[in-house]
């Protein structure tokens, strides 16, 4: 079956640090790959996606690049803010409208 | 513009009851999703509409559970007998009906259902 297995939270960061969240995916198939954010008191929101092996999606500062080799679709940003708390998923799409999540990882930015 | 609205957006039951979930979704998008969000299983999808019809209703955890759409828009999702394991926020989500496939999803802010 298609999962997704995203590291366990919560992360806890100071403002300006590095952020990694390591997304990998089993799948028959190609799938597209996404990252959706749940801001405090929002509903899910798409943050990025990539639909083939290779490429980078990127927004808000925040980037993951599609690996087809390893599987991977980990999300990145190289300087956080306190308004990047929230819940993160990683997500995937065989067929363009189930979506399968990962657990999600809830991250903290503190100032 | 106005997003996907949901309502109620909490709903206490007692076990054995039933309780109807109602969903609005963005005007102009043909194609709606449920999802549960729980703590023992994270993000589930439960069906998909496309119109009215249901393509995939393969993640509807069992027969007391339904959902229908009327008109291409609103859309209800009942549990009959409600169980403590249906505890969960319920999120519906919409998207257009692109040329090369379906749109990016856009969620609603969820029903909280706690079964007592």
């Known amino acids: 079956g298609n999962s997704v297995t995203q590291m366990e939270g919560p992360v806890t960061l100071s403002e300006e640090a590095f952020l990694t969240i390591n997304c990998t995916y089993t799948a028959t198939g190609y799938p597209s790959l996404f990252w959706y954010v749940q801001y405090p008191g929002e509903g899910l929101q798409l943050l990025l996606k990539?639909?083939?092996?290779?490429d980078k999606g990127s927004n808000k500062g925040f980037e993951a690049t599609y690996r087809k080799e390893t599987t991977s679709f980990h999300l990145e940003k190289g300087s956080v803010q306190v308004s990047d708390s929230a819940v993160y998923f990683c997500?995937?799409?065989?067929?363009?409208?189930?979506?399968?999540f990962g657990a999600g990882t809830t991250v903290t930015v503190r100032a | 513009g106005a997003g996907v609205s949901q309502s109620p957006s909490n709903k206490v039951t007692e076990k054995g009851k039933d309780v109807e979930l109602r969903c609005d979704p963005i005007s102009g998008h043909t194609a709606l999703y449920w999802y549960r969000q729980s703590l023992g299983q994270g993000l589930e999808f439960l069906i998909y509409?496309?119109?009215?019809?249901?393509?995939?209703k393969s993640g509807l955890p069992s027969d007391r559970f339904s959902a229908e759409r009327t008109g291409g828009s609103v859309s209800t999702l009942t549990i009959q007998r409600t169980q403590q394991e249906d505890s969960a926020v319920y999120l519906c989500?919409?998207?257009?009906?692109?040329?090369?496939?379906?749109?990016?999803?856009?969620f609603g802010p969820g029903t909280r259902l706690t079964v007592l």
């Open positions: 990539a639909t083939k092996a290779d």
């Open positions: 997500a995937l799409s065989i067929n363009d409208y189930k979506l399968s």
């Open positions: 989500a919409s998207s257009l009906a692109l040329a090369g496939g379906l749109g990016e999803q856009f």
């Open positions: 509409f496309q119109g009215n019809s249901a393509p995939d």
